[in-house]
C-alpha cells in the first residue's frame, strides 16, 4: 500500500519559513519524481515545485528564488524549504510521485492527503 504523508505545516507570519517534508512508503523511492503543489481556498491545484529521481528540479514562477526542493533517497522523503513566506502562499500542500519521467508531464501516479499552510500577514 502506498502512502505519501506530508508534515510541517502551521501557522507562520508574513516574512518567515517553513519546512515541509513528505514521507513516502510501499514505494521505491528512488525510481519516482517527486512534486509539491497546492489549493488556496476556492482556487484549482496549482503546482509548486518537482524534483526528479536525478536530483533535477523545476518551480513555479511564483515561488522561484523562495523555495527550494530538495529529496533524501535514504529516508524516503521529499522536502520543500519555505522562505519568505507570503498571505498569498497559503494553501494546502500535497506531495506526489510519478515513475520514472511522468513528472516532468505532470502526470502523477500517488497523492498525500495535504498539509495546511497558513500566512498571516
Known amino acids: 500500500q502506498v502512502q505519501l504523508v506530508e508534515s510541517g505545516g502551521g501557522l507562520v507570519q508574513a516574512g518567515g519559513s517553513l519546512r515541509l517534508s513528505c514521507a513516502a512508503s510501499g514505494i521505491t523511492f528512488s525510481n519516482y519524481g517527486m512534486g509539491w503543489f497546492r489549493q488556496a481556498p476556492g482556487k484549482e491545484r496549482e503546482f509548486v515545485a518537482a524534483?526528479?529521481?536525478?536530483?533535477?528540479?523545476t518551480y513555479a514562477d511564483s515561488v522561484k528564488g523562495r523555495f527550494t526542493v530538495s529529496r533524501d533517497n535514504a529516508k524516503n522523503t521529499v522536502y520543500l524549504q519555505m522562505y519568505s513566506l507570503k498571505p498569498e502562499d497559503t494553501a494546502v500542500y500535497y506531495c506526489a510521485a510519478a515513475i520514472g519521467t511522468k513528472w516532468t508531464r505532470g502526470d502523477y501516479d500517488y497523492w498525500g492527503q495535504g498539509t495546511q499552510v497558513t500566512v498571516s500577514s
Open positions: 524534483i526528479g529521481r536525478s536530483g533535477i528540479s
